[in-house]
């Protein structure tokens, strides 16, 4: 199964307002990172939070790590229809190196 | 910042046919990169791990012999899918990371379609 779950795996929301999506996992991780994809493109990096960090902001955008519960989020401000995409999260394990992606949420920002 | 370069970003080939795709990282050195598949609304699967210069490490369930891997230099990996079919059509993309990053830079990806 994949290593992260995000949820909501759907959100559709009015411009101006604000989206959260979140992502669990389940091993030792040394950094998550989420990524966003548009439609049939490749993926865009968002932010990266290091294990060790609880809450990092990137413009409109605030992303938190909760280790001991194995979960992230991230929060998109004041929404704009240019946001809709597909947002995943991803997890580097302290072993591996890799990254291993999760499920994903589809945001749609209506205008 | 860190560019890595996919290509091609679409190709259409027969079945039976055998189609390479090229990721190159333009202004760094990939000491690891990653490919990925990525089915119509699904996440991302990792399908191999290749570090520069050794064999590529592939994920359980991923045929080696059907998607080849070559990794033989620092700023550049291949991805061949030798005897394409149908179910093989899929977008395709490659990641690249350096030694000491935490990050990864990903490609833009390739559309492939076997008809």
């Known amino acids: 199964s994949q290593q992260g779950e995000e949820d909501p795996q759907a959100l559709s929301i009015q411009e101006g307002e604000n989206a959260t999506m979140n992502c669990s996992y389940k091993t030792s991780i040394n950094n998550l990172q989420w990524y966003r994809q548009n439609s049939g493109r490749g993926l865009v990096h968002l932010i990266l939070i290091r294990s060790n960090e609880r809450e990092k902001h990137s413009g409109r955008l605030r992303v938190t790590l909760d280790t001991s519960k194995k979960s992230s989020s991230l929060l998109i401000t004041a929404s704009r229809a240019a946001d809709t995409a597909s947002y995943f999260c991803?997890?580097?394990?302290?072993?591996?190196?890799?990254?291993?992606f999760g499920d994903g949420t589809t945001l749609t920002v209506k205008p | 910042g860190a560019v890595v370069s996919q290509h091609p970003s679409w190709v259409i080939c027969k079945s039976g046919t055998s189609v390479k795709i090229e990721c190159r990282s333009l202004d760094f050195q990939a000491t690891t990169m990653f490919w990925y598949r990525q089915f119509p609304k699904q996440s991302l699967m990792l399908m191999a791990t290749?570090?520069?210069?050794?064999?590529?490490?592939?994920e359980q369930g991923v045929e080696k012999d059907k998607f080849l891997i070559n990794h033989a230099s620092l700023t550049l990996s291949t991805l061949t899918v030798t005897s394409a079919h149908p179910e093989d059509s899929s977008f395709y993309i490659c990641?690249?990371?350096?030694?000491?990053?935490?990050?990864?830079?990903f490609g833009s990806g390739t559309r492939l379609t076997v008809v």
């Open positions: 290749s570090n520069e210069g050794s064999k590529a490490t592939y």
């Open positions: 991803a997890t580097a394990s302290q072993n591996a190196g890799k990254s291993t």
């Open positions: 990641s690249a990371s350096t030694t000491g990053s935490y990050g990864y830079t």
